[in-house]
């Protein structure tokens, strides 16, 4: 299952790892890091449910890209308990070029494969991704 545009395949605990996300809820949030060896996306972390939104900011490396999926739990305007799962696509700007390179051109193929993100979010900084943000979008 390589993509096409960047020969980057997809190791099937990353699949998984999201169903579990997704149906069961055991985890909080997942990072996704690309080996480039390997040339393919493996899982790096998994957040446990008690987790919050500032452990998942900080396991984002500060200089390396990622993609990530993140549970976010929120309260509706009517008071409905809701969530919705975001994809986000880290990229900050002090990540080596060829990094921002492959993780750009792999992450619509990986993100087909992770069927159920109903989000999307680029960051380049922590700023990009705060809580207010987060909250913006879901709704």
Not at 76 to 97: G, H, L, M, Y
Request: charged share 30%; glycine share 2%; net charge negative.
């Amino acid at each position: 299952m390589a993509n096409a545009a960047s020969g980057m395949a997809v190791h099937d605990d990353c699949m998984l790892k999201f169903l579990e996300l997704k149906a069961k809820r055991t985890y909080r949030f997942i990072v996704y890091k690309i080996e480039e060896q390997q040339k393919q996306v493996v899982v790096e972390k998994l957040g446990e449910p008690g987790q919050s939104h500032d452990d998942f900011a900080a396991s984002l490396p500060a200089d390396e890209c990622r993609y990530a999926i993140f549970d976010f739990d929120f309260v509706t305007a009517e008071n409905c308990q809701k969530s919705k799962i975001f994809f986000i696509a880290w990229s900050p700007d002090t990540a080596r070029v060829r990094s921002k390179m492959i993780y750009a051109s792999s992450k619509d193929r990986f993100k087909r494969e992770l069927d159920g993100i109903q989000v999307e979010l680029q960051a380049t900084d922590p700023t990009e991704m705060d809580l207010d943000i987060f909250k913006s979008r879901a709704n």
